[in-house]
């Protein structure tokens, strides 16, 4: 048996046959035991440009195959030996029907030995007689039909393996809502009949669902696009963040990819946190420290101009002697020490340490921006002592030995204060300045806190000194009260007196309350102050009227610190019990600062001391903001001439019109109106030509103790009966 090619051209197919370079369209390997029959297939298939090789039996045949490898086999039944089936089956061994198609030649064309054919495993069957005109065609059909197949199964493995790593979940949502899983992200290489899991509202949160379903119907109405959405899934009580994209497949369903981006989010995170904070101790970074002071520089710029404008501080804290423990013990220690100082420095901006804290608050932070150098911001300070204090608390906490390793160490810091917005309005200024008050603080003997502006440092250090004697004073009984008269000027009558603060401190010297009550308020030692003023002022009414002297009322100071206690009206009528004093023979002054520093609450403490019989007196006024509406809103007796005005009336003719102008309103109002400060006649005859007759000042008397201020009393009835 021969191989045919070329011949008589019978109008076959002529799929590239005549031209050579192209090469052979196909293989094939035709078995027939009739000659005639192989040598006319032969022929056509040539004609079609393909290549045949021949074979008269089976075996033969198989040869053929397994040497050539065909791109098809032609194969009639009836052979000499196995028959075709058989044959057929044979090469089903090896070959898969869209790797080798195997088209059979009947003659007998019944329907059994069709059948037979297909279970056999062949693609296709020709009946004999051959058709010569159509059998190129039939042969090429056959061959793109298993070139398809063969592409489709191909394509069909690779989405497999595809699916088989994808980590998307993908679900198929149709036109019901009704949700399928196609494949599952987490179920690797899984594959089969996925069952319909149910419909969004079943599966999802409503706002979810509602999303969802949003996001496919616009799926479906643009089937090319890509539709994607972010959300959190709370599985399982632990939120999963998942991506979801949607595309339109066929048969009006979209089909959902939802991938779990949890772990990158994560990630994200955790490249924030490391971009923002120092590796070693967990604290901030410079570039966090930047941005955020940028950031408190533009708040406290657009402060400016309100009632109380947002101050700040920093602090440049660095150790003084880092650098000997970091060559002694090595930088593993080195570093371990530092850890111990960030986490003692963070402490002492935590909320409970209140000692520090005074009135810092939010917004504080510390950062750590070079080797042992820390830096703090304080985001709220209302005075810049504060600043001072939670350096001191600093330097405090450093105090206390860090054990490491078996060694006792202290570090001690220098540490400098830049305040802001006086110090500096950017961050480099700022960092200079606080930079440069840290040196000084380390020239100053190290281990010490240092302003930039000195002056500050030295304020500082006296009010320590202040707190310090006042507590012991208190301890120790150096705080009296003094007692300067109040004066119907028209018959000189003593009519009242005011209670005035004295400290004597045994070191110290005699203090004025113009400078050790601001630090009673800062410290809140005023509370425990004006407890005992209130004590000492009703005892010694009761005194008064235990002699048998006419009763007359005292006046106590009370500042804004005392206003905000809310156990002041319990320390006053604690007090009235413990004297047996009547609270008509009491009187309390406050200043207008006080009420605007405590508005609501003054307002509801006055009120309760008016209920008690309390009488009221707006004290300093003219010098704040000389506000008509503070005496129509509180129930004011009495307002007090501010003694600035009183002491000038003789040289400035707006004090005159100025304190005319308070006493017209004053009696306008029903007010009392009482002068302060009166030094000299002409004062006290001015007031009197304007009808104002009740003055204090030392043209009366001084502030006095309780003994000569009794004398005076009784000196003055005995005059005036
Ligand atoms: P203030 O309430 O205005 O008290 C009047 C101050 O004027 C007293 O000063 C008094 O000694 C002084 N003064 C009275 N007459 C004259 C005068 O004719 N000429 C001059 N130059 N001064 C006169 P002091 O005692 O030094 O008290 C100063 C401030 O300290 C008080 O001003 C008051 O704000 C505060 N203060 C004093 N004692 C207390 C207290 O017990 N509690 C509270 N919260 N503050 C007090
Ligand atoms: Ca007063
Ligand atoms: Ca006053």
Redesign the pocket.
């Known amino acids: 048996m021969g191989t045919g090619q070329g011949g008589d051209n019978e109008g076959g197919p002529a799929t590239g046959g005549d031209s050579p370079a192209s090469g052979p369209v196909a293989t094939v390997v035709a078995i027939d035991d009739d000659a005639m029959t192989l040598l006319m297939i032969s022929r056509t298939l040539a004609v079609a440009g393909m290549v045949c090789h021949t074979a008269t039996d089976g075996v033969e045949g198989l040869r053929l195959i397994r040497e050539l490898k065909p791109d098809l086999v032609l194969l009639d039944i009836v052979l000499v030996g196995e028959d075709g089936f058989g044959i057929c089956r044979e090469i089903r061994r090896t070959w898969s029907p869209e790797e080798l198609p195997v088209v059979m030649v009947t003659g007998l064309d019944d329907l059994g030995s069709i059948h037979s054919a297909y279970q056999a495993g062949a693609n296709d069957f020709l009946a004999k007689p051959l058709h010569w005109k159509h059998l190129s065609f039939r042969i090429l059909h056959v061959l793109q039909a298993s070139q398809s197949l063969r592409e489709l199964r191909e394509s069909l493995g690779t989405l497999r393996s595809i699916l088989a790593v994808h980590p998307d979940s993908i679900f198929m949502v149709d036109r019901e809502e009704q949700v399928t899983l196609v494949h599952s992200g987490s179920q690797r290489g899984e594959s089969g009949h996925r069952p319909a899991l149910g419909t969004l509202a079943r599966l999802l949160p409503e706002d979810l669902a509602a999303q969802v379903r949003e996001r496919c119907q616009q799926a479906l109405g643009t089937p090319s696009e890509v539709l994607s959405l972010d959300f959190t899934h709370p599985f399982e009580n632990e939120p999963r963040f998942c991506e979801a994209r949607f595309v339109a497949s066929a048969q009006d369903r979209v089909l959902v990819m939802v991938r779990d981006i949890t772990q990158r989010k994560l990630f994200e995170q955790q490249i924030r946190h490391m971009a923002y904070h120092d590796v070693l101790t967990g604290l901030w970074n410079r570039h966090a420290f930047n941005s955020t002071l940028e950031r408190l520089l533009a708040e406290i710029q657009r402060s400016e101009g309100a009632p109380l404008p947002l101050r700040a501080a920093i602090l440049y804290l660095d150790l003084d002697n880092f650098k000997r423990v970091n060559d002694t013990l090595g930088h593993a220690l080195g570093d371990d020490l530092l850890k111990v100082v960030a986490a003692r420095v963070s402490e002492v901006l935590r909320p409970s340490d209140m000692l520090a804290r005074a009135e810092t608050g939010d917004g504080d932070s510390v950062a750590r921006i070079g080797g042992d150098e820390f830096c703090l911001i304080l985001g709220n300070i209302s005075n810049p002592m504060n600043a001072g204090r939670v350096a001191q608390r600093i330097l405090e906490v450093l105090r206390q030995p860090i054990l490491l390793e078996g060694h006792e160490l202290v570090v001690t810091p220098s540490i400098g204060i830049a305040l802001i917005p006086q110090d500096g309005q950017d961050p480099d200024t700022l960092l200079k300045n606080a930079d440069r008050a840290m040196y000084a603080a380390k020239e100053g003997g190290r281990n010490r806190f240092q302003f930039f502006d000195p002056s500050m440092s030295t304020r500082l250090l006296e009010c320590f000194a202040l707190e310090v004697g006042m507590r012991r004073g208190l301890a120790h009984g150096a705080f009296h009260v003094f007692f300067?008269p109040q004066i119907d000027a028209r018959n000189h009558t003593v009519i009242g007196m005011?209670?005035?603060?004295r400290w004597d401190d045994p070191e110290m010297g005699s203090i004025?309350?113009?400078r050790f009550?601001p630090v009673a308020e800062e410290t809140g030692l005023?509370v425990e102050?004006?407890e005992f003023?209130f004590r000492e002022a009703l005892t010694f009414i009761q005194a008064l009227l235990a002699e048998g002297l006419p009763s007359i009322r005292v006046a106590?100071?009370?500042?804004s610190v005392?206003m905000l206690d809310p156990q002041l009206l319990d320390r006053i009528e604690h007090c009235i019990a413990l004297t047996g004093a009547n609270p008509m023979n009491l009187e309390v002054?406050v200043t207008e600062s006080v009420l605007l520093e405590s508005s609501g609450q003054a307002l509801n403490a006055l009120r309760r001391m008016k209920d008690l019989g309390i009488t009221l007196a707006l004290?300093?006024f003219g010098t704040g903001f000389s506000s008509l509406s503070y005496l129509h809103h509180y129930p004011f007796d009495i307002i007090k001439i501010d003694?600035s005005f009183i002491q000038s009336l003789s040289s400035e003719s707006q004090s005159r019109s100025l304190a005319a102008a308070i006493i017209a309103m004053g009696k306008s109002l029903g007010l009392e109106v009482m002068a302060?400060?009166?030094?000299h006649l002409d004062q006290a005859n001015f007031l009197l030509d304007r009808g104002c007759h009740k003055a204090?000042?030392?043209?009366y008397g001084?502030?006095m103790s309780p003994g000569v201020f009794r004398a005076f009393y009784r000196e003055q009835l005995a005059r005036v009966t």
């Open positions: 300067q005011e209670a005035l603060l004025s309350p113009t009550i005023i102050l004006g003023v106590v100071n009370l500042s005392q002054e004290d300093d003694q302060e400060g009166v030094e204090q000042g030392f043209l001084r502030p």
